[in-house]
């Protein structure tokens, strides 16, 4: 089992930049693919950033390319989530997920074995 924290969000104004993190323990972090989802309120989850186990291979959101980065430090057992120039439709609790199995890059958070918790990520206009 693999137990994820996020860190780093927060309130920030149209255009500015922030940094989340995805500390995981438990299991090896080396052995899961990493994804980053984000909830609005009244809204459905919605995919925005995935990474396979090594960080060779990633993929963004058409909705986030060219402003957020996934990378991630298997040294560490964190998974980073790099936002700039931050639009209020930007505005989402964000979590991170999990999945063991296949080195490869899981889009559907239906294919998500753990989640954290999240983290509140508010952008003002």
Known sequence: QVQLVESGGGLVQAGGSLRLSCAASGRTFSG????WFRQAPGKEREF???TDKSGANTYHADSVRGRFTISRDNAKNTVYLQMSS???????VYHCAARGGYNTIYYDSIN???WGQGTQVTVSS
């Open 32 to 35: 899961y693919a990493m994804g």
């Open 48 to 50: 925005v950033a995935a």
């Open 86 to 92: 931050l639009k209020p439709e930007d505005t989402a």
């Open 112 to 114: 998500y074995d753990y």
